[in-house]
C-alpha cells in the first residue's frame, strides 16, 4: 500500500497538470478564440459601413448630381441674360406676339440655403394651340423651372387670341453649399466646376412624348361662345354693393381690361350683350329691368349668370 506521502505527490501532480491543462485551454484557445470573434465581428461593421456609405454616395449621386446638371448659371447676370433670351427664342417660336420677359431684380435664397430662386414674368399675346406649343417645349426643357401661375384674358372682339400671363421660376445650385453638405456626410465625389451655361438636352417629364397627344386640347376652344366670340358681359361681376353716403352703389368688375362700372338705382348698366337698368338692391343681389322683364343677379355672378325673375314675382314686388 503506498505511503501517506506518495499519495500528496501523486495529487499535488494531479492538480498540477489540471491547472496547466486549464491555463493552456484559457490562454492558448478560449482566449485567441474570442478576439479573433471580436475582430471578425468589428471587421463586419466596418464592411456594412463601406456598404452603407457606397450606397450613402450612390443614392446622393442618384437624386442630386443630376440637379447640378440642371441648375442654371451661378451668376445673376447670365442666369437674366441667358435664361431671358431662351424665353424669348422659345415664344417666338411658339408664334406669340407682343412677348415681353422681366428679369428679377434679384434672386431669393430659399430655406435650405443650398440654392437661389429667380423668379421671371412673362406677358404675350397668342392662342391655345400657341400655348400648347410653348408648354410642350417648356417642359421638355432639362432647366430647374416651372411655371407657379398663368392668366388668362380674352381679347375682346377676339375668338383667338388671348392675352398671357405668366409667372415661372428657376432654381440655381449654390456649389459653395453644396460641396459643404457633401462633405458633412462625409461623401467623396468629383469635383464639379461652377456652371456657366445654360443646361444642354432635355428632359421627358411628360405623359407623351408627340407634341399632338396634347394638341387636342386647344383644339376645344373654350372661349368660343354660341354668341360667338368673347362677350364682354360674360367677363363682367358683380363684386360689390357699397354704401355711399347716403346712396347704395353696384360694383361690377369687367375682367378683360381691369375697369370698374359703378351704378345707382335706375342708372343703366351695359357691358357687352347685356343692357339693363338697376331696378332694386338687396343684400347680396340686384335686380335688374330688361325691356318690362326682371332679372336677378347674385353677388360674385357675371351679368350673363342672371336669369329671369317669373312675372308673378314682380306683380307681387309692386
Known sequence: MPSRSVIMVVGLALFLTGYVAYWAYQTQYQKPRQQLGGEITKLTGEIEGGRNNLAAMTLFNTQNMGFYYRSLPQAQNDVNSQYTFWLLELLLYSGFENSHVTPPASPVRLPTGASYQFTFTVRCTGSLSQLSYFLFEFYYAPFLHRITSMTLRPIEGNTEQLEFYMTINALVLDMQVFYAMVNALGLNIPYYPPVQQLPQGFLPRLAFNDLTAYQVISDRNLLHTARGGIDRADYTFLTGIVETGNQTEVWFSVRTDGSLIKAKLGNLVQSGSFSGRLAEILE???????????WLL???????QAFALPPETAERNE
Open 284 to 294: 347680396q343681389d340686384i335686380v335688374l329691368d330688361r325691356n318690362g322683364e326682371r
Open 298 to 304: 347674385t353677388a360674385g355672378e357675371s351679368l350673363n
